[in-house]
């Protein structure tokens, strides 16, 4: 009995060591049965060095693995260092689990041509395996829900185990990517994934994977995903990802010469599977430094976009935007005398590219799957859109027009637009205000809904506007070029169904013209000095309403041209006429000739408003031209007026301001407002009504207060645009209001009166 036993005992000790000894000595015949027909089963070489495997903690090891391209020499795909280790205890609990898969120094490198692959030739030899051989696999589509997503739940409760992987850790990974056609290469190095554990049941699976972009840039994502619900969250975070990689893929769209900038996103995604369009997305996307460089070698750019995106869902057709910044953009527009634009030329090769024609059998085709799509989809959400800030500054804009006789060069700087609450169905307001050179500027109120672009309400507003810039303009359609002057402009717009009815005025002071070029042939033959001669009051100034009404769809309507047409006609309409010139010089006299300042050390002003005229604006700033020949001199601009006087002798425009208003339904007034206020007559019968019966309401000391807000109001306004100028700094100009004392005992009309002292 014994001796059996001990038999049984040696049997299996060496049934173990056998076993431990195939084990062991087993991988590396694994080994060398692959490589050896590696070309047999996939149709390429495999390298390995070696496999291991390790009995008594079920770990697999294999080392320097490389599947090589067809040359037999260069890897495709290889990895220094590949482990799994399987728990075979946990089968006793119906659970099969691997405790890890560690993976190092992953490579891939793909190269596409075409629609070619480095990888094609092995997709090739697998399907000519695959259809010699006989169909034995079934397609069990039982556990797919009703949108075609696979419920893991349902899998694992008709699998005999369930199924656990934990501890999957990718390190040390590069990824290359080249598309031979287009020239495009992206490489992603230090490639990792980081994923604690996956479950085929109802368990939180979490996964990270972090890589570094070559060419500059960081990527993580982090995402969760619950395998028996389909649940899932992603975050996406790319920080600084270099642009330029994507420039090779440009060249179908654009013509350019360079293309530089970053992204950068905090993206978080969350749905199901079964109906990703459903899923909310929000987060955060930048873009900064972008440089785009044109054939030409001009650059458009942006230093920095910001889209706060509060929830973005595809399915229910919503788009809330927190916020859109915009920082330091500039552009320029270059109008060639081919009649083409430098924009035409950078988009030259889309432009080709839409104009290509067609086959006739796919645009039919295509053509019949869109009516068949119109007549069987179902009605679409009604979007809901709304952008919550928009902020644009520090932005400028150049324009070169190149179809004039002498180019024409303009910068309009210092471009901010402001809007809020904007959104696609109610109407909103978006202001916009620009500088122009020499202390111009501009500024556009638009109140309308995105909805309906046909229906909106826009003010525009231009002042100081110096003429001598565009003086090439004047050259090309007069044949005479702008010497001086400065022009103030309003507008304002109502637009019901693309129908314009729009009120223009136009307030020109000291223009100027020099002699005509008889070498230019100009588009209007406008005798310019005799007409502006006439046109002039004797302040040197011209006014002119221009009205505009029409229907913007119109091909023929164009405000522009209406508005030139109408100064034109007003020239040419004033030097034809002999009686017209001599009663103008009879009560002008030679004032009419230069530039008239009236009192060399004052400039007017009106204490009832807040903004100056062209004439104020260029009397105060031909001052400052001692500034430039003699740095050691100072201006100092003082301003009067008398606080109690001035309240009483405005307390009767007070009360127009007020009725006007009410009768209007104003709340703030424009240009063209204070200008409608003034017409308004002391006999109208509706006015006298309102100030009887609300003269009492108007207090002398309120109005005090107001004026001295409008006077620092006009104190800022001036100093703005006197810095503009050249030779001006700030210690060498000063604008204040005198002291109560001063206010108080003047007795002439509101002014400023300019002093000069000695730095």
Not at 124 to 140: E, G, I, N, W
Not at 171 to 191: C, L
Not at 433 to 452: N, R
Not at 734 to 756: C, Q
């Amino acid at each position: 009995m014994k001796k059996a036993i001990t038999i049984i005992l040696i049997i299996i000790a060496a049934l173990i060591v056998l076993v431990l000894a195939t084990l062991k000595f087993a991988p590396g015949f694994i080994k060398d049965y692959v490589v050896a027909h590696s070309e047999e089963f996939i149709g390429r070489k495999i390298a390995i060095e070696n496999i291991s495997l390790n009995p008594f903690t079920f770990t697999v090891n294999v080392d320097k693995f490389a599947l090589l391209e067809p040359d037999g020499t260069t890897p495709f795909v290889a990895f220094e260092k590949f482990r799994i280790n399987v728990d075979p205890l946990k089968i006793v609990t119906k659970t099969a689990a691997v405790s890890e898969i560690y993976m190092k120094d992953l490579y891939v490198h793909v190269t596409q041509n075409g629609d070619q692959f480095n990888f094609s030739d092995i997709l090739d030899f697998l399907a000519k395996a695959d259809s010699a051989s006989p169909d034995t696999v079934a397609t069990d589509t039982a556990s797919s829900d009703s949108a075609g997503m696979i419920n893991a739940a349902e899998i694992a409760n008709g699998l005999p185990v369930s199924i656990s992987v934990k501890n999957i850790v990718f390190e040390n990974g590069n990824i290359i990517y080249e598309d031979t056609k287009v020239g495009s290469r992206i490489h992603i190095k230090d490639f990792g994934i980081a994923i604690p554990a996956v479950y085929l049941s109802n368990k939180q699976t979490d996964v990270g994977v972090s890589l570094k972009f070559a060419d500059g840039g960081d990527l993580n994502v982090k995402v969760s995903v619950n395998a028996a619900t389909n649940d899932f969250n992603v975050n996406v975070g790319l920080k600084d990802f270099a642009l330029a990689c994507g420039k090779p893929y440009l060249n179908d769209f654009i013509a350019y010469k360079d293309f530089s900038g970053s992204v950068s996103t905090n993206i978080s995604v969350a749905g199901n599977l079964g109906d990703v369009l459903s899923s909310n997305v929000s987060g955060v996307v930048s873009v900064d430094n972008v440089i785009l460089t044109e054939t030409s070698g001009k650059t458009i750019g942006v230093n920095h976009v910001g889209v706060g995106i509060a929830k973005a869902n595809l399915n229910e057709n919503t788009f809330i935007i927190d916020s859109v910044i915009v920082d330091g953009a500039y552009a320029h527009l270059d109008m060639y005398k081919d009649g083409k634009t430098n924009i035409d030329v950078l988009l030259a090769p889309l432009n080709k590219k839409s104009a290509a024609p067609e086959d006739s059998s796919v645009s039919d085709s295509t053509a019949q799957a869109e009516a068949a799509t119109e007549t069987t989809a179902p009605a679409g959400k009604k979007m809901v859109a709304k952008v919550g800030k928009l902020y644009v500054h520090n932005t400028k804009v150049s324009a070169n027009d190149q179809t004039l006789t002498k180019p024409f060069n303009y910068t309009v700087s210092g471009i901010t637009v402001n809007g809020s609450n904007i959104n696609f169905d109610t109407p909103c307001t978006v202001n916009v205000a620009a500088s122009f050179p020499e202390g111009g500027s501009l500024s556009v109120k638009y109140k309308g809904a995105l909805s309906d672009i046909g229906t909106m309400d826009a003010y525009i507003s231009v002042k100081n506007l110096a003429l001598k810039h565009f003086s090439n303009y004047s050259l090309h359609y007069t044949g005479y070029p702008i010497s001086a002057g400065t022009m103030a402009f309003a507008s304002e717009n109502k637009i019901q169904n693309f129908n314009l009815e729009s009120k223009n005025t136009i307030d020109i002071y000291n223009i100027d013209v020099g002699d005509k070029d008889n070498s230019i042939d100009p588009e209007f033959t406008v005798p310019m000095k005799v007409g502006l001669y006439i046109l002039k009051d004797k302040d040197d100034k011209i006014q002119f309403d221009v009205p505009v009404k029409g229907n913007m769809k119109d091909p023929e309507f164009s405000v522009l041209k209406i508005i030139w047409k109408t100064v034109m006609n007003l020239i040419i309409k004033v030097a034809v006429s002999p009686l017209k010139v001599v009663g103008n010089v009879a009560t002008t006299g030679a004032g009419m000739v230069g530039i008239d300042l009236g009192k060399e050390d004052e400039v007017l002003v009106d204490v009832m408003s807040a903004t100056f005229t062209s004439e104020q604006y260029a009397k105060a700033s031909k001052m400052t031209e001692i500034l430039a020949n003699d740095p050691k001199l100072k201006l100092i601009f003082t301003q009067y007026y008398n606080p109690s006087k001035a309240a009483n002798d405005n307390k009767q425009h007070k009360l127009k301001t007020d009725f006007y208003k009410q009768s209007q339904g104003k709340q703030t007034l424009n240009e063209l407002d204070e200008r409608a206020i003034l017409e308004i007559k002391d006999s109208d019968e509706a006015f006298k009504a309102y100030a009887k019966e609300h003269a009492a309401d108007v207090d002398v000391n309120t109005l005090k207060k107001e004026l001295a807000e409008l006077a620092a109001k006009r104190n800022d306004d001036l100093l703005k645009v006197l810095m503009q100028q050249n030779g001006v700094t700030k210690k060498n100009i000063k604008v204040i209001t005198a002291p109560a004392g001063a206010l108080n005992s003047h007795k002439g009309k509101a002014m400023y009166k300019v002093t000069i002292d000695v730095q």
